[in-house]
């Protein structure tokens, strides 16, 4: 069975900063591709940042870039997601998903997108206050 645990959330000011964490068990994580997702209250749940496990390539929606960074430690079977300079709007509860593919994105001739994942975390709260 799969699991995923995330951690590392909390609550900062705007400006702030925090590490995710996303702990894999019963998965070969190696090789594979991991997302992180984030729900804001009364909203759609949506894709934050990915990472391939072919070649760990990157990939970070347009409202993340330049303050995120993913990244993985496949002896650890852990991926990270590093957040500075955090908003008010990212304001939210973040969750780990994991799939047994290796890219996490598709290319639809205009945009990327990031792919359908199984298996999800119970997702870890956080709250920047502006």
């Known amino acids: 069975e799969v699991h995923l645990v995330e951690s590392g959330g909390g609550s900062v000011q705007t400006g702030g900063s925090l590490r995710l964490s996303c702990t894999a068990s019963g998965f070969t994580f190696d090789g594979n591709a991991i997302a992180w997702y984030r729900q804001a209250p009364g909203k759609e749940r949506r894709d934050v940042a990915c990472?391939?496990?072919?070649?760990?390539?990157?990939y970070l929606v347009d409202s993340v870039k330049g303050r995120f960074t993913i990244s993985r430690d496949n002896v650890k079977n852990t991926v990270y997601l590093q957040m500075n300079n955090l908003k008010p709007e990212d304001t939210a509860v973040y969750y780990c998903?994991?799939?047994?593919?290796?890219?996490?994105?598709?290319?639809?001739?205009?945009?990327?997108?990031?792919?359908?994942?199984?298996?999800w975390g119970q997702g870890t709260q956080v709250t920047v206050s502006s």
């Open positions: 998903a994991a799939d047994t593919i290796k890219t996490c994105t598709y290319y639809d001739g205009s945009y990327y997108y990031i792919r359908h994942f199984t298996y």
């Open positions: 990472i391939g496990g072919r070649d760990s390539s990157p």
